[in-house]
Every structure is written in C-alpha cells, then in structure tokens.
C-alpha cells in the first residue's frame, strides 16, 4: 500500500509539474503580440545584409515618434491663447461706480476749499451764472474722463492666468492671441488690448496731458486743487474684461495636435527600399521601419493569424523545453518541489506580462524595467549559472516582444552577467547599491557603444534612454523587500535571513549557551569547521550549513547533564541507566531538537540538519557496552538507532561529518599528525560503509577535498604550543 502511494505521489507530481509547464506557456503565448513578425533584422548606421528589397506593395512611410513629439510641442508652444471679451455688465457696473465716486469727490473738494476762501467763495455763490459755470465745468470733466474709460474698455482690459505667465514678459508685445467677441474670434497681438497695469499708466499719462487746461479753467473759477483727479483712484474702475478661456484653448490645441499627419510620404509598390550592402541610414531605417509595421500589421489581420500564434508557440515551448532539460540535467532538486518549479516559472511569466503591459500603455520606456531583478533574485536562493540560465530564457522569450529585440537582448544580457557576478554576498548591506550603480554604468557604456555605432553622431543619441536605465538600476534596490516576500511565499531562505538566524543573540541560542555550555562551544566548533570545507566546494551554502551546524544539537537542552561535553563535576547520570535507557535518551535529542526548532519557528531547512545529523547510525557507545556486557543476549539494535533520515545534500552531509569528527577528536589521547589523519579516515570511511552518504549528491572528489580539509582544520586546533619556564613568576609571565 505504501509502494502504491508512492508511486501516486510521483505520478502526481510529475503530472502538476508537466501541466505547469503547459499552463506557463499559455500565459506567456497570450502576453505575444497577435501580428506576425518582420522576417529582417537591421540596424541603423550597419550594412543591409539581405537580398535585395523591394516595396511588395503601397505603404506610407511613419514618422517617429520622436519627430510627432516635435510636432506636437511645436504646437503646445505656438498655440495662440483663446480669450472671451465680457464688457456690458463690467464696463455699466464700473462707470456707474465711477459717476457717483467723482460726484462725491466733487462736491467733498469744494466744500474744503470753500472753507478756505469764504470770502471769494461767498461772493462765487451769489452769482447764479458761476454756479451753473461749475456744473457745466463739472460736467466736462467727468466727461473727458468717461471717454478715456470708455476707449480702455472697447479695446478691452485682459486678465493674463499664472499658466500664460509669459504674457507677463517684456518680449510678450508681438505674442498672438484670439479674442472671442460676439461669437466671432480675432485675431491680436497682445499690445493692441491692455491690462489693469497699463490701463492705470495710460489714465495717469491722460491726467498729466489734461492738468494744463484743467489749471486754466480752475484759475478763471474757483481753482480746484489740480490733483483732484489723482485723488478719484482711477484704478479702481479698471477691472478685465477679456478673461482667458481654457476650455476652447485646450479644443483647439486637441483638434490641431490630431491633424497632426503620422505620415511623411508614400513609397510605391516595386520601389527599391536598399540593396545588399547598403548602409541603413537614417532615411532607409524609416522606411524600413514603416514597412516592418505595415507587413506585421497586414500579417496578422489576414488569414495567417493561427500559422502566426502556431509559430510563436512553437519558440515559447520550446524556450521552456531547454529550461526543462537544463533542470532535468542539472537541478533535479528543483524538478522534485512543485513549489521550487513553480517559483521558477512564475518570474519569467511575471516579466513578460509586464513588458506585455509597458508596451500595449506606451507610457514607459521598456528599458525602465528592472529585468536584471530576475537573475538577483534567483541567484539569492540558487546558483549564479542557474540564476543566468533563467535570465537568458526569459529575455529570449521577450526579445520577440520588443523593438529591436538584438539590440534590447545583448544589452539585458551583459547587464544581467555583471549583476550576478558583482552581487555574490547579497547579505553585505552596501554591495547591492554596488551593483546597482555597475548596472547602470553597464546600461549606458553598452548604449553609447550600440548609439554610436547606429548613429556615428553623438549629438543625434537619445540621451532621454539614461533617466530609463537609471530608473531600471534604482529599482534594483527593491530586491531586499522582493527576497522576503518571495521566502515567505515559497518557503525558502535567503543568505540574509541565515545571517539573522545564525546570530548567536537569537533566542534559542542564548538557551543552549545558558543550559549546555558544552554543547555550545562544540556547536560553533562544527560550525567553524563544516562552513571551511563548504567553501572549498561548488554549489554549496557555507551561510546554510554554519547556521545548521548551530541548531543541529539544541535537542540537548531537554537533558544538558546527560550528554558528557556537559558534565562539570565528573559525575556520569549514565552510570544509574541499564545501556538501552541511555541510548534512547541520547536518540531523543533529535526529536527534542525538531520540536523546539518548530516552537521558535526556525526554517524547515535548519530544522532538516536536525533530522539529518546523525542519519540512520547507532549509538555506538551503549550498544557495543551491551554486547560485551550480555554476548549472549540477543539484542534489539533499532533501540540503538537513529530514526532520522540520512543527509541529501552536500550541507547536510558535511554536517554528519564535521560533527562526528570534532566530537571523537575530544578523545584523543595524543595530537600528532597520524592520529588525527587515522581518526579523520575511519570515521568519513565509517559513514561511507553504513550508507550514510548515499542519498547527497557528493563526490568521491569532494570526499577526499573533505578529508584533506578537516585533517588541517583539526591540526589547527589542536597545535602544540610552547611550554613556559616553571618559575616563582610564571603566572605573571602567563
């Protein structure tokens, strides 16, 4: 029965995983534009290495945007400002307000000058024929001045919106603008109407030029005080008339930009487009250009559309299959875990859907993508070749999405190499803006190289495509949070969270210094000598395995005082125990480690060097003493054996082999070379000949790198070291 779910399991995962595959494929087909693809591939400023080419048929020749965004600048500049002229309500508020100012301004200044000039004044009023002199006076003045009104406010007085600031300006005199009057729009320059300001100066400059004849009527009369007119404010009564009317402005700059032609011309079926050899210049790369919009635009509205979706099918699979085979041959691991493969497929599906997404909005600039996230991310879990391999694939895939899927290719290429090899210590804080500032100087070098080559003019490089790139490298930085959502998400552990873990201030550790000292320091010992022979070897984690040499033993804390490297006072609780008591105490250290592990929530990877530390070995020790003690007992040696799993990695399998070395080496009755070269041997050669090693992926070479490195490590250790003068100051000496 178990065989049978076993063999339902494999048949299960293998079925989810082929379908994820299928089902990945889909989605990126569905993410592929519905036309065909232009058949050539060129370059501006390089030779046009096909046959000869003629128009197949009548197609115009596209402008770039570049020049449509010329063109519609040129009309956000020289659009003439549309204005509403609304003068009967302002102009009849205004002089009403004005003919009752000046009448109470009037009759207040004579009254003070009549207490001025009682006399002259006295005599004045008794002549009937003086008084109805001022009123005439009076009259004329206010007259004079309501036509200068009335000539302000015919031409009109505008008032100038902080978005048309420029009006403001002294080179603004000869500016156009359109003013609405009755429905009918004219055109002016901007000198011909006034604003408050220089309505306000032209009354001043009529007061100053009527003063003299005003001085000559008073003078005759009664002398009104000549700056009687100042005094009225004038400005005031000078309130716009022409206000600026946006919502037409904004019409007509609509309609003019959509007249725009996205054309420059035509080019005729049978017309020659380039010949073998010539260079694609500026002017042929148009017409190509257009010509390569046309056809796709053609092909994929004709019948063609399933031999189309048919053939970018085929590049999609096959695309995924090499990924396939490159897991099948060399990350069988990943293969194995739906959600490692999972993982796998959802990034490169995420990056097309997103270049999908900047491409159909045209509002970026596909090179604002941070693609270069993908390998960083990848590399963060698994391998630099792996992180590459992934990288190539996707950008393959998306290179038939974008324009000039060559030039974008080679540039996300180099950029992804110098970001998987620049960012090899992601949990050194500093070194991804390292390599973000890297990618961004890759980005550009590789652009002005490609530019130049294309152009052969610096002046005529987009130099807009830098702000992109340093958008693309600045979002790199994003990949801290990204690393932690995806651990989350799929359960795996980053070199960043190992060093979080391996903190020997974290919780579980402070308990096992606290309770088994011994254990402790023979934790760290492991640690130490495991992470030195894993960065001997490839694809292998030094972070992983020093973490999980740290945690491997936390299962003694339940019994410190039964395990000997704790024992202080040279008391032995095994001494009391029949042999098989003591071997289950020891072997429930396992099972003890694993529950605490889960309580304090450590990674199932850590938890997986608990398990695996021992393997399927015996308790050598208690079941030797119980064969010599009973020889003739037949006894029960799974009560001596470890239920673990054996190690499955090259971490894990290390681990099993650092640990037994180093806690047999506190054995040793002499340190020389040969002691610890045989102790070395039969231990690793011990494992070897009880299968421990079988299911690790680790090499006879790596075994004797293994050995090699964990002979000098232990010499290390335990040097000799020079032997002091006994002398009444020795202790002073020490």
Request: hydrophobic share 40%.
């Amino acid at each position: 029965m178990k065989n049978y779910f076993a063999i339902l399991k494999r048949i299960y995962g293998k079925i989810y995983r082929i379908s994820l595959f299928i089902l990945t494929s889909l989605i990126i087909l569905y993410f592929f534009p519905k036309e065909g693809k232009f058949k050539y591939e060129f370059q501006k400023g390089s030779p046009w290495l096909h046959e000869n080419l003629n128009a197949p048929y009548n197609f115009p020749i596209y402008k770039f945007s570049e020049e449509l965004g010329i063109e519609r600048d040129s009309i956000e500049k020289e659009i003439k400002p549309y204005f509403k002229y609304n003068n009967e309500i302002i102009y009849a508020k205004q002089m009403n307000n004005f003919r009752k100012k000046f009448k109470q301004k009037w009759e207040k200044d004579l009254k003070t000058y009549d207490s001025l000039q009682k006399k002259k004044r006295n005599k004045l009023l008794k002549n009937k024929r003086a008084e109805i002199f001022y009123n005439k006076l009076r009259e004329k003045y206010e007259e004079e001045i309501i036509g200068e009104l009335d000539f302000i406010y015919e031409k009109g007085i505008i008032e100038i919106p902080y978005e048309l600031d420029k009006l403001n300006q002294d080179k603004s005199r000869d500016i156009p603008i359109v003013i609405i009057k009755n429905k009918i729009a004219e055109e002016y320059d901007f000198w011909e109407v006034f604003t408050e300001k220089t309505a306000y100066e032209y009354i001043l400059r009529f007061v100053k030029r009527k003063r003299r004849n005003w001085k000559d009527d008073n003078s005759k009369l009664i002398g009104i005080e000549t700056k009687f007119f100042e005094k009225l404010n004038i400005n005031n009564f000078l309130k716009s008339n022409i206000f600026y009317d946006k919502k037409t402005t904004k019409r007509i700059k609509k309609v003019l930009i959509e007249e725009i032609s996205l054309t420059s011309g035509m080019i005729q079926i049978g017309e020659r487009i380039i010949s073998n050899g010539d260079i694609v210049t500026e002017k042929k790369y148009k017409i190509l250009e257009s010509l390569r919009q046309e056809y796709e635009a053609n092909l994929g509205n004709s019948n063609s559309f399933y031999l189309i979706l048919f053939g970018q099918f085929i590049i999609v699979v096959s695309t995924l299959l090499i990924l396939y085979i490159f897991l099948v041959n060399f990350r069988k691991d990943v293969l194995k875990s739906n959600k490692e493969t999972t993982f796998i497929l959802f990034l490169p599906t995420l990056m097309v859907g997103i270049t999908h997404l900047v491409i159909k909005f045209n509002i970026l600039n596909v090179y604002v993508i941070p693609y270069v996230l993908l390998p960083i991310i990848i590399r963060t879990f698994y391998t630099s070749r792996f992180a590459w391999f992934v990288h190539l694939s996707t950008i393959l895939v998306i290179s038939f999405l974008v324009p000039n899927g060559l030039e974008f290719m080679f540039i996300q290429s180099i950029v992804g190499i110098i970001a998987i090899f620049t960012l090899k210590y992601i949990h050194r804080r500093g070194q991804l803006f390292i390599t973000s500032l890297l990618c961004f100087i890759t980005y550009g070098t590789v652009y002005f190289g490609i530019a130049i080559m294309q152009e052969g003019d610096i002046s005529k490089i987009d130099f807009s495509h830098y702000a992109w790139f340093a958008g693309s490298s600045l979002l790199l930085l994003t990949s801290y949070p990204l690393i932690y959502l995806f651990e989350k998400m799929f359960g795996f552990l980053s070199d960043i969270t190992l060093m979080e873990i391996s903190d020997t201030n974290h919780p579980l550790l402070r308990k096992l210094a606290q309770r088994c000292p011994g254990t402790f320091q023979h934790s760290i010992q492991v640690g130490n000598l495991a992470e030195e022979v894993v960065y001997e070897l490839k694809n292998a984690n030094h972070l992983l395995v020093r973490t999980g040499a740290y945690f491997h033993d936390i299962g003694k804390i339940e019994n410190p005082d039964l395990f000997i490297e704790n024992q202080v006072t040279g008391i032995n609780p095994h001494s009391k125990l029949d042999f098989q008591k003591s071997a289950e105490i020891i072997i429930s250290h396992v099972e003890n480690g694993i529950k605490l592990a889960e309580k304090y929530n450590i990674p199932n990877q850590i938890i997986d060097f608990i398990r695996t530390h021992h393997g399927t070995t015996k308790v050598q020790y208690f079941l030797r003493s119980m064969k010599n003690k009973y020889p003739n007992k037949k006894i029960d040696e799974s009560k001596f054996t470890y239920p673990g799993i054996k190690p499955y990695s090259k971490e894990t399998a290390v681990l099993m082999m650092a640990d037994s070395i180093e806690a047999a080496s506190r054995s040793l009755k002499e340190y020389s070379k040969e002691s610890i070269s045989n102790l070395v041997e039969n231990i690793i050669n011990y494992k070897i000949n009880e299968e421990q090693l079988t299911e690790s992926n680790i090499t006879f070479k790596e075994i004797i790198t293994i050995k090699r490195i964990l002979k000098k490590k232990i010499e290390n250790i335990y040097h000799g070291r020079i032997e002091y003068p006994k002398n009444s100051n020795f202790f002073l000496i020490i």
